[in-house]
Nanobody
Framework: VQLQASGGGLVQAGGSLRLSCVHP????????VAWSRQAPGKQREFVAH???????EYADSVKGRFTISRDSAKNTVNLLMNSLKPEDTAIYYC???????????WGQGTQVTVSS
């Protein structure tokens, strides 16, 4: 099962983008859907996640600028990114996790480029 991530693109600093991730949903007993990112030459880092109970967590670097939300009817998790900075430039990946089975599902990544 591969998640479908979309919404990346090129935006100027201070602009906004919304990423979307279609995930398997309740069929696969997903506990958490997360976004992570990997910039060129750097390790992948956590960005945000949302649990099946709608609790959210954010990396310090994006708090107050990014908002993660879900549309359960569409099995979609969105990441609204405001006040984008050049350092947000990266490939963004969504992932879904079943803690009981240990199964993890990943999307193909979507490129976000923020110009200064």
């Amino acid at each position: 099962v591969q998640l479908q991530a979309s919404g990346g693109g090129l935006v100027q600093a201070g602009g906004s983008l919304r990423l979307s991730c279609v995930h398997p949903g309740s069929t696969f007993n997903i506990n958490v859907v997360a976004w992570s990112r990997q910039a060129p030459g750097k390790q992948r880092e956590f960005v945000a996640h949302i649990s099946s109970g709608d609790s959210t967590e954010y990396a310090d670097s994006v708090k107050g600028r990014f908002t993660i939300s879900r549309d359960s009817a569409k099995n979609t998790v969105n990441l609204l990114m405001n006040s984008l900075k050049p350092e947000d430039t990266a490939i963004y990946y969504c992932s879904a996790h079943n803690f009981k089975s240990g199964d993890d599902y990943w999307g193909q990544g979507t490129q976000v480029t923020v110009s200064s």
